[in-house]
Each structure stands twice: as C-alpha cells, then as structure tokens.
C-alpha cells in the first residue's frame, strides 16, 4: 500500500503540472476571468477523473503527450459543473473543500460567466490535441474522443443528471430517479474519462464499450458512497459539512434503502466493475492494471 | 430590395428548419431541459450568425450538408450567451424580444443548467459534422472550423468581452475598454460564422484572415448601431426598453463620442467592411456576394 500511495502522490503531482500548463495565461483586460478559473481549478481535488484517464490510456499501450489536452480538459470540465452548481440559484454553498466557493469570492455574476468559461476551455483545450495530429487515424480517435467527451457532458449525460437533480429537490422521488441521476451526473464523466483514455490508445470499439459500463459501474458505487459519508462521515475529513442530505431533506440512496444494503450495494457495483476490468485485461488491454485497480477500489472504499 | 427580402425569407426559413431539426428530442427524465432549450431557441430574432455562415460558404463553393451542424451550433450558442446574460446575477432582464426570459418562465437554476446545456450542445452539435467525414481533408476543415468557434466564443473571444462589460458595469469606462468589449463581446461570434463557412467550404487562410476582420468591422458598426438604437430607437420596434443604457448610467459609443460621430464610424466601419469584401471578391471568391453585401448593410443600418 505505501507503494500505491507513492505512486499515487507522483501520479496526482503530474496531473497537477499538466493543470498548471494548460490553464490559460493571466494577461489582458480579460484577466479577472482567467484568475476566477485558476482560483476554481487549484482548490484541490483528487483529479480522478484524468487520473482514470491516463490509466486506460496506458493500459491499451498510448504513447506520447495526445492524452495531455484531455486530462486538463476533463477537470476543467469537471470544475465548471461545480462552480455552476454552487451558485446560490443552484446549490447556494459557500464553502468547498474548506475554501470560499468562486461566487462567494468573486461574486454571483463572475461565478457564471467563470462556469462558462471552463465549460469552453475545457472543449478547447482538448480540441488543441488536433494539432498533433498527423495521420488521418489520429483525427479519427481524437474527433471520437471529443464526441464522447461532449456527449458525456451535456444533456445526455451529466448536465441531463443535474436537471432531473435540481427538479427532484424538495420532493421525494423513486429509485429510477435516484439511479438516472447516479447514472448521470456522477457516473457519465467518470464513463468518459475512462472510454477517452483507451480511444485515444486505439483500443477497439468492444474495449470502449466495457470501459463504459465499469465507469457506469464505479459512477454507481462511488455516489452511493457518497451518501453513505453523509450520514456516517467526518465533517473535518470531509472538508464539507455532513448531514446535510438530511437538512435538505433529500433523497438519497440510504433514505431509501438503508445503510446496510447500500453498503452492500458499493460492493456489487465494485465487484461487477473489477470483474469486467479482468476480462478486458485477459482479452484485450497488454498493458498493466494493477495501481488502476488500486484507484477504483480508492474511489470507491474512501472515507472522504 | 422586394427581391432580397423574398430570398431573406426564404433562406431565414430554412435556417429555423435546420434549427428543429438539430434541437434534442423532447425525451427522457431530462425532458425538462430540452423544452428550455427549445423555448430558448426559437424565441425568435434574426438568425443573423448562420445566415452570414452559409454566405461564406456559397461564396467559396461549399457543398453538401457539412454546414447545417455548424449552423445550427452557432445559434445556439449564441442563444446559451442570451440566456446567461438575462439572469438576474448578470443583466436581470425579465423580457427579450416581447417574450418572458428563460429563467423568468423556467426559475434560475433551469436558466443556469439550460444555458450550460445549449453551450454544450452547441458543440456536441457541430462535432457531428465528423461522422461525415470521409478524407483526412475533411477532417482537417472540420477539426479547423471547430478550433476557431471555441476561440472565439471562449475567454480570447465572446466570453473575454462579457467579462470585461461586467467588471466595467456601474463604472466610467474608457474609449479602448469600450471597444474591447465591442470586439470581443459582439464580434468574436460574428468573425467566426464568416470564417467556419469559408473553412468548411476549404477556403485558404489568407481569405479566413480577411473574413476575419470583415467580422470585425461589422461587429463594431452593428454594435454602435446597437448604442444608437437604444438612444434613437422605439420600443415596440425593438421589442425592448429604449433609453435602458441611460437608466443604468451605461458608458455607451453615443456617451463616449455623441450621436454625429457615432453614425459616421457606422458608416466608416461599414464601408472598410465592404471594401474588404469586394478586394476578396476579385481574388479569391468564385462565389456571387451580392445577397451577402445586402445582408450586410441590412444588419448595420437596422431600426429594430
């Protein structure tokens, strides 16, 4: 375990510098907007979802700085559902990861045009990644990547999850509303980041395929975790306050189905997704899968 | 002129055509926003930015279907720019164009998420135009015409001028800040639509380069005009309050340089558009551009 942590810390590390690199310049009357995005991007996080993406890049053998553009993207992408989902016509936190939310520095109008602007870098970073290509091959894997990317994104994926998220507030809603909006709003960007990964490798439509329904798989098991800490969690490990599904009186998986059984769900959803990694990695995928099993059991097995 | 407003009929019905078609399916649990999305859309307004699309595009011999996606994907982006700017964190307008503003009908965070959802979908639209693709020249003008929009409505472009007409709200602004703002908040948009139809219609970049600043100039003549309007104009005409810039104590062209000088650079701006224009005809253009030089003037020298 030490060596994962090591590991993880280098790998979590780079991630950090290729943030670093593809964050826009602070320059030109414009730069109050550049500064609200760095603020939103450098709160912290554990950069899952490029760190996920690199290891399905890896484990179908990619090569060379393609993949680069994509993992900044992703958390770009990732950032603005946040920023856009603190807003007080939204969520209304102050607080996230124990820092000022962007709106609440930056006030309520800076936080929606920050959102739309790591929306749109977020899609032109990745699109940067054209030009290297070279063959039409490359097109071809990086205009897939993209599609995925925006599909996953938008209304057919996350943004669809927070819209059915947003209108069930207040109300109770059923277990096929609660599993559209897992599905969607948590797990449809950790699918992507996944099939982007191996797209860009070249990996095979059958691999992509998997790798969507062990993103699936993980989304489900990781926010059903997620309520669990709402109940069970420490508000200092956290860096959030606890209970409050409670407050708001949500709907959540444990409302629903009880501690016991969604503890005992986290571990199916986990299973069904190894599972599927070992069938891939006999079938198909030469290179290595043993720290990104490591990364999904983290995910899923956290305690923050 | 009766032959002209008979083709700008036409060709403006078939830009609504082509905007149903790309609008998402009302379906699934996140329905909701596709109806928001839709209501936004086709609110009406002038369809100005795939009209001048599909201009550069019949002027440099584009052919086929490859344009429709980024037709569509214009107007809805700029469509997600007018619902964020009517929230009440940004401009707070309850009306636009007659109609009760998207969140006023739909509440704040549906504005929020509906305008995420068209920015994202704009993209995801104008991404398909890849399943066209056949060469790795198409490939190439696609992947092109991508990169421009997001550089222009991103924070170098569209979104750079919204922040900076924000941060200047309420405060005495300077001739350069105002015509940053003109340049990127209004123009960018219009820059991209001439040059996405000449990219697509595979048009080299020295003629890109002139579409370019043909969108220049007419953004700043079609923004002055703007400013005149609010001062000059009727409200039933407009379909929005006259005299709003004045109530909101707004640095405005007409405030920085008075009314004569403003409707000179209309002019002047107008014309170095069209000099431009014609030199590009000479050169490069097989195309005829007499319905685009009308389109043109049409949308500088309007009264509503």
Chains 1, 2 share one sequence.
């Not at 484990?59 to 807003?87: K, N, Q, R």
């Not at 057919?156 to 599993?179: A, E, P």
């Not at 329904?213 to 860096?239: K, S």
Request: glycine content about 10%; proline content about 2%.
């Amino acid at each position: 375990m030490m060596e994962f942590d090591k590991m993880l810390s280098a790998k979590t590390a780079e991630i950090e510098e290729i943030l670093d690199r593809f964050l826009p310049k602070q320059e030109g009357l414009q730069q109050p907007v550049m500064e609200t995005m760095k603020y939103s991007v450098k709160a912290g996080g554990k950069r899952i979802r490029p760190l996920l993406m690199q290891e399905t890049f890896l484990m179908f053998s990619g090569e060379g700085e393609i993949i680069c553009p994509f993992m900044a993207a992703m958390e770009f992408l990732h950032t603005y559902s946040l920023v856009h989902d603190d807003l007080p016509a939204m969520d209304n936190d102050e607080y996230r990861r124990g820092r000022k939310t962007t709106w609440k520095v930056y006030g309520e109008g800076m936080g929606v045009l920050c959102g739309d602007a790591l929306l749109n870098y977020a899609y032109e970073t990745a699109a940067g990644a054209f030009l290297q290509a070279q063959t039409k091959e490359a097109y071809e894997n990086i205009s897939h990547a993209l599609r995925v990317f925006m599909h996953k994104a938008g209304i057919y994926g996350m943004i669809g999850g927070q819209v059915v998220d947003v209108l069930g507030d207040g109300k109770d809603i059923d277990s096929d509303t609660l599993d559209f909006v897992f599905k969607l709003k948590t797990g449809a960007l950790l699918e992507a980041s996944l099939m982007i990964g191996a797209i860009l490798a070249g990996a095979d439509e059958d691999a992509v395929r998997t790798l969507e329904d062990i993103g699936r798989n993980i989304g489900m098991a990781f926010q059903i975790q997620d309520d669990i800490l709402d109940v069970v969690g420490n508000t200092d490990e956290l860096g959030k306050q606890v209970h409050s599904d409670e407050k708001n009186h949500k709907t959540t998986y444990v409302t629903l189905y009880g501690l016991e059984r969604a503890r005992g769900d986290v571990k199916n959803y986990t299973q069904a997704a190894m599972d599927e990694l070992m069938s891939l990695k006999e079938k198909k995928a030469p290179g290595g899968t043993e720290f990104f099993e490591e990364v999904l059991r983290m995910l899923v097995y956290r305690t923050k």
